[in-house]
């Protein structure tokens, strides 16, 4: 059933509609159903979350029988972004992640925030969808806070994901959808996958996976699951290594995304297609895996082209070296 969350007038006689879907079986009671919600769009150049929305429908519609619940999916939350391929609102030049929870007595994008708020209050897990811009590649991945690490990195164990990444407290932006949302009391997993503008099938597929395993452990889908790999974990600040250019021109990796690396191995250059020199070679400061890595090959001094996790976070999940 497609239902309107928020309606505002635009210029010219149009207007702006913020639409979802909800699946949940036939005659049954909303009220006595676990509600799950997904998430995506919030900026405009993200679109992996795209295909996880269509694939997640597409599996429970193959077989409707097999839903326990409520599945709301809102697969373009700035939909004037994603129509001009704006990672913000366009003509507002605002980063939509950054108005939550909005006033329904505010501007427009205010009042957007606080309707989408509102529709997404009392679902019993929100997934919060998001790609990585069009300059880095990540792997796929769930950002916890660490004001909310007990009550999520649970129910993130659980989701097929490669990575849980626990911030720090100091890190956390109170006007994000996610901190909106944990503050309320509804458990928001904030996912990172894949690169802007594109759609990586295997890792959508990925996910979708991990969204119906969830929905199996708590009882809202009864058909059959893949089996949930296991994430690694990280709490420690120094588990992660960031890589940094030391000079402006174009990067070119060695090796591919998701490797395990030893310090001092090469992962790419920077080089100079106007004298034909190489100005740098990218090597790994540490021994670890490299989950983030520069995908718009352009680069300026300082501009990150990578990070590891070190194999000292990666030894108590037993794959150090691996």
Not at 126 to 152: G, M, V, Y
Not at 192 to 210: L, N, W, Y
Request: one cysteine or more; proline letters at 5%; charged letters at 25%.
């Amino acid at each position: 059933m497609i239902k309107t969350v928020a309606t505002v007038g635009l210029p010219v006689d149009e207007v702006l509609e913020i639409k979802k879907n909800r699946i949940m079986p036939e005659g049954a009671d909303p009220e006595k159903l676990k509600r799950i919600s997904v998430v995506t769009g919030i900026h405009g150049d993200e679109l992996e979350g795209q295909y996880v929305c269509f694939l997640l429908a597409q599996r429970i519609k193959a077989e409707p029988d097999k839903l326990n619940g409520i599945v709301d999916i809102y697969p373009a939350m700035n939909p004037l972004g994603i129509d001009t391929i704006t990672r913000g609102i366009p003509a507002f030049d605002l980063d939509m992640n950054r108005l939550f929870p909005g006033s329904k007595e505010g501007t427009m994008t205010e009042y957007l925030a606080s309707k989408i708020i509102e529709d997404v209050t009392g679902s019993d897990v929100c997934f919060d969808i998001h790609a990585s811009n069009i300059f880095l590649t990540e792997i796929p991945q769930i950002r916890i806070n660490e004001l909310h690490k007990d009550w999520l990195v649970p129910i993130a164990e659980k989701t097929n994901i490669d990575f849980i990444w626990v911030h720090g407290a100091s890190t956390v932006l109170e006007s994000t959808f996610a901190y909106s949302l944990n503050s309320r009391g509804v458990p928001t997993l904030v996912v990172e996958m894949g690169v802007g503008m594109r759609i990586t099938k295997s890792i959508c597929e990925q996910m979708t996976d991990g969204i119906l395993n969830l929905m199996r452990e708590m009882g809202m889908w009864l058909g059959e699951t893949t089996e949930s790999r296991q994430p690694i974990i990280s709490e420690d600040p120094d588990d992660v290594s960031y890589l940094n250019a030391s000079t402006a021109g174009v990067f070119v990796p060695s090796v591919k995304h998701w490797v395990h690396l030893k310090e001092g191995e090469e992962i790419g250059q920077i080089i100079d297609p106007l004298k034909g020199e190489v100005l740098d070679r990218v090597l790994s400061p540490v021994d670890g895996v490299l989950f983030t890595i520069r995908e718009y090959p352009i680069v300026d001094e300082g501009s990150l082209m990578g990070r590891l996790l070190r194999d000292s976070a990666l030894e108590s999940h037993g794959k150090a070296g691996n």
